[in-house]
Structure formats: C-alpha cells, structure tokens
C-alpha cells in the first residue's frame, strides 16, 4: 500500500490491495471512493509515471498523465512555477450500468514530496 496526502485538505489517494494486474484505489476525505483497477500490463507504466515526476529538478510545463485501459482510474499531474503538484484523479465506476458514477478530485502536494511516492510507487507495483 502507498498513499499521496494533500498538502492543502483532509483528502488522500490511497493505492492498495494489489493483486497481478488488479489493485485498488480509494480516496478519502471530504469525497470518497473505491474502485478496483485492472491494469492489464500496464501497472508499471504508472510507476513510471510516478518515477519520472520525481526525477524533474524543477516544476515541469504542462500535464503528465496514466489511464487504466478501460478508464475506471486515471491520474494527472500537473506543476506550478512555485513548487506545487497538483494530481487530478479521476474514477469511475459500473460502467454501463444504470447506477454508474464518476468522481474526479483534485489532490495538492509540494514538489519535494514526488521521490518518496516514486520510491513507494515502485515498490507497490513491483
């Protein structure tokens, strides 16, 4: 398990239960979610994404982003000249169904804290 916590609210991205190309998303706080992620493959692509965040030595331009192939989960990152990271996250769930739902958040962090969720990142979908 590995979380990114907000810098700015009680709101927090957790990345749990992994299983193969299975794991879960929950957020918590003011909105909260659950949704379980086939990754198919590509579970280390957002570890890389994750990895190459990190590896910026100043904010970056523009958005960098991974999407679950069959879009239930997806993150994107974005950098403000001042150091601030924000993720927009994005999850849907019984797709197709009468009840489907989609919840898109916001979620703040500080540039310095982008190598220890790397290192978490990698050692979860590893």
Same mark, same amino acid.
């Given at each position: 398990m590995f979380s990114i916590h907000s810098s700015s609210s009680?709101?927090?991205? !957790?990345? =749990?239960s992994r299983k193969g190309e299975y794991? =879960? !998303? !929950?957020l918590k706080g003011d909105v909260e979610a659950i949704a379980d992620v086939w990754a198919y493959t590509d579970a280390q692509g957002l570890g890389r994404l994750f990895q190459e965040l990190a590896a910026y030595e100043r904010p970056w331009k523009g958005e960098k982003g991974w999407q679950s192939i069959e879009g239930e989960f997806s993150i994107s990152a974005t950098c403000s000249s001042l150091g601030e990271v924000r993720f927009l996250v994005k999850l849907r769930g019984l797709q197709g169904a009468p009840e489907e739902w989609n919840v898109q958040v916001g979620l703040a962090t500080e540039f310095g804290q982008l190598g220890k969720i790397a290192k978490q990142a990698m050692a979860f979908f590893s």
């Open positions: 009680s709101r927090e991205l !957790v990345f =749990q794991f =879960q !998303v !929950v």
